[in-house]
T-cell receptor, first 114, second 111 residues
Framework: GENVEQHPSTLSVQEGDSAVIKCTYS??????FPWYKQELGKRPQLIID?????GEKKDQRIAVTLNKTAKHFSLHITETQPEDSAVYFC?????????????FGTGTRLQVTL | DSGVTQTPKHLITATGQRVTLRCSPRSGDLSVYWYQQSLDQGLQFLIQYYNGEERAKGNILERFSAQQFPDLHSELNLSSLELGDSALYFC??????????FGSGTRLTVV
């Protein structure tokens, strides 16, 4: 089955700096790669996603890049703010039909310090 | 509000007991997924249902079972509970496009 590895497990940056989180996946059939932000005790919330036919996607301060050949994708957050502090999960999904599932990475705890 | 409703929000029960967690997907979504998140851990996929039928299975214990009803709500049944089953249980629903939307979760504490 699919395996998703995520690095680093913790990341501390100063406010205003950039943060980068990297993930690799094992199954070349994966075709959808979302990123979720989870605050303590709350539900994971989708912040950005990318499909396998796109190499890069940006939404304001957040961007995701995908390298299908190397089977890795990354989350980039620019101009970080204290409210960006949370746990971030990458995920990979196989299938768009009725039998797809998300496999998650192990998470990155991002702390933005003043 | 994500549109995915999970009840109850909190549940405290004793070892050996049985509980049922409930999930109502977003209007129009046919797929329901269950995930388990233990303390400071990632999200482990348990099981998926699509329009009432089981479609994918993850690391779900034999003590756990689920079903999806004709009105598309789903229930996750956990039996012979152990201390290690204490976790956040999330339900997610998915529509015809790619997006998965999570509910607020049920926090299960086994004492």
């Amino acid at each position: 089955g699919e395996n998703v590895e995520q690095h680093p497990s913790t990341l501390s940056v100063q406010e205003g700096d950039s943060a980068v989180i990297k993930c690799t996946y094992s199954d070349s059939a994966s075709n959808y790669f979302p990123w979720y932000k989870q605050e303590l005790g709350k539900r994971p919330q989708l912040i950005i996603d990318i499909r396998s036919n796109v190499g890069e996607k940006k939404d304001q301060r957040i961007a995701v890049t995908l390298n299908k050949t190397a089977k890795h994708f990354s989350l980039h957050i620019t101009e970080t703010q204290p409210e960006d502090s949370a746990v971030y999960f990458c995920a990979a999904s196989i299938g768009t039909g009725t039998a797809s599932k998300l496999t998650f990475g192990t998470g990155t705890r991002l702390q933005v310090t003043l | 509000d994500s549109g995915v409703t999970q009840t109850p929000k909190h549940l405290i029960t004793a070892t050996g007991q049985r509980v049922t967690l409930r999930c109502s997907p977003r209007s129009g979504d046919l797929s329901v997924y269950w995930y388990q998140q233990s303390l400071d851990q990632g999200l482990q996929f348990l099981i998926q249902y699509y329009n009432g039928e089981e479609r994918a299975k993850g690391n779900i214990l034999e003590r756990f079972s689920a079903q999806q009803f004709p009105d598309l709500h789903s229930e996750l049944n956990l039996s012979s509970l152990e201390l290690g089953d204490s976790a956040l249980y999330f339900c997610a629903s998915k529509g015809p496009n790619y997006g998965y939307t999570f509910g607020s979760g049920t926090r299960l504490t086994v004492v």
